[in-house]
T-cell receptor
């Protein structure tokens, strides 16, 4: 099935470093979403973006909806050990019979204390 | 967060046995989804529902069936479990189009299924 191109697939960083990940698509989306999945848990919605060019923050997290509506990025500043997990992007488009999301493959973040 | 529960949270079963996983939501969301998550494959959609008794197939529906007899419950059934269905299963919900957060999907805690 269709997936968004999410990169990098994994990152191993030092505590305190900033993190950046992104998603790209060949299709236009009207909403971009970013989720975090902790080990053994379900994905939790971090940020939702509704307008092209929108920049939204949630604590140390900042996400942007690309101006072309085909990409989005997520930045995490000053990483801490509890940032460990898998981050997923997802896109939502119009005329979507099942109101479905298209997901990226995930970025696995590992933080070294 | 939407109130989504899944049961059981863990299950071990044998090949050939039927298995039913339950998803229950308390948010009155219109849409419900079943995904499986496997290493290297991300989240893959099995089946979804767009209303009571209205369901459709996702990308990996073979070997699975679903039912939704009321808004709050969405059941996933493996008619005859196989080892390839060993996975973590997630239920998710989305509000209807008239709600402000209609493009946001909320996930349950997951069910870890092992088929021996």
């Amino acid at each position: 099935g269709q997936q968004l191109n999410q990169s990098p697939q994994s990152m191993f960083i030092q505590e305190g470093e900033d993190v950046s990940m992104n998603c790209t698509s060949s299709s236009i989306f009207n909403t971009w979403l970013w989720y975090k999945q902790d080990p053994g848990e379900g994905p939790v919605l971090l940020i939702a973006l509704y307008k092209a060019g929108e920049l939204t923050s949630n604590g140390r997290l900042t996400a942007q909806f690309g101006i072309t509506r085909k990409d989005s990025f997520l930045n995490i500043s000053a990483s801490i050990p509890s940032d460990v997990g898998i981050y997923f992007c997802a896109g939502h488009g119009r005329n979507n019979a099942g109101n479905m999301l298209t997901f990226g493959g995930g970025t696995r973040l590992m933080v070294k204390p | 967060d939407a109130g989504i529960t899944q049961s059981p949270r863990h299950k071990v079963t044998e090949t050939g046995t039927p298995v039913t996983l339950r998803c229950h939501q308390t948010e009155n969301h219109r849409y419900m989804y079943w995904y499986r998550q496997d290493p290297g494959h991300g989240l893959r959609l099995i089946h979804y529902s767009y209303g009571v008794k209205d369901t459709d197939k996702g990308e990996v529906s073979d070997g699975y069936s679903v039912s939704r007899s009321k808004t709050e419950d969405f059941l996933l059934t493996l008619e005859s479990a196989t080892s390839s269905q060993t996975s973590v299963y997630f239920c998710a919900t989305m509000p209807g189009e008239r709600e402000a957060s209609f493009s946001e999907q909320f996930f349950g805690p997951g069910t870890r299924l092992t088929v021996l």
